[in-house]
């Protein structure tokens, strides 16, 4: 079964610092990975996604994220991170042969001035 | 409109009582999704509409919840006998058909508390 690992429930870094959040996954073949960012009072807002291809992929706001087939993982990047970047942030898994996304549980980003 | 929109935006009901949860999709989504958001956790899967496809009901949790869909437009979440540990934020999101060429637009939520 698929399943989703955020390892880091809180991150705190200061503005203009790098960041990179953990994802790992579960699953038999290659997945389908997205980054769903979600700021306070407002909806999932799709980040990035991965499909095939180019194992690095960009995003929306200066994001990127790198699937390694090897360590089942796909972390989310930022060199510079803003104060608007605070927010949770789920890493999800789809199954190629379901349209179903399992999320993991997510990791809350506070950056400080 | 322009995105997913859920309502109620807030919902507290007693214990016992019966709540109905709203959700219209975007138009022209045909994949619509039901998802349960705990405090401190990350989303459940809870029911799947495609197009006129039977849904995939696989995460609904009990018999007291039940979802309906009138073709390509509104769904509706109805929780029976609410309980407390129903208390948490219902998400709705929509997309065109398939992972691989449909992104979820999800909708603001409904925050149900049971008292």
């Known amino acids: 079964a698929q399943s989703v690992t955020q390892p880091d429930i809180h991150i705190t870094v200061s503005e203009g610092a790098s960041l990179e959040l953990r994802c790992n996954y579960s699953?038999?073949?290659?997945?389908?990975l997205f980054w769903y960012v979600q700021s306070p009072g407002q909806g999932l807002q799709l980040l990035l996604k991965y499909f095939s291809g180019d194992t690095l992929v960009q995003g929306i706001k200066g994001f990127e994220a790198e699937f390694k087939r090897s360590q089942s993982s796909f972390n989310l990047r930022k060199p510079s991170v803003h104060w608007s970047d605070a927010a949770e942030y789920f890493c999800?898994?789809?199954?190629?042969?379901?349209?179903?996304?399992?999320f993991g549980t997510g990791t809350r980003l506070q950056v400080f001035p | 409109g322009a995105g997913v929109s859920q309502s109620p935006s807030n919902k507290v009901t007693e214990k016992g009582k019966d709540v109905e949860l709203r959700c219209d999709p975007i138009?022209?989504?045909?994949?619509l999704y039901w998802y349960r958001q705990r405090l401190g956790q990350g989303l459940e899967f809870l029911i799947y509409?495609?197009?006129?496809?039977?849904?995939?009901k696989s995460g609904l949790p009990s018999d007291r919840f039940s979802a309906e869909r009138t073709g390509e437009s509104v769904s509706t979440l109805t929780i029976q006998r609410t309980q407390q540990e129903d208390s948490a934020v219902y998400l709705c999101a929509s997309s065109l058909p398939g992972l691989a060429g449909g992104e979820q637009f999800f909708g603001p939520g409904t925050r149900l508390t049971v008292l």
């Open positions: 999800a898994v789809g199954a190629r042969d379901t349209d179903k996304l399992i």
């Open positions: 509409f495609q197009g006129n496809s039977a849904p995939d």
């Open positions: 138009s022209g989504h045909t994949a």
């Open positions: 699953y038999g073949a290659t997945p389908y």
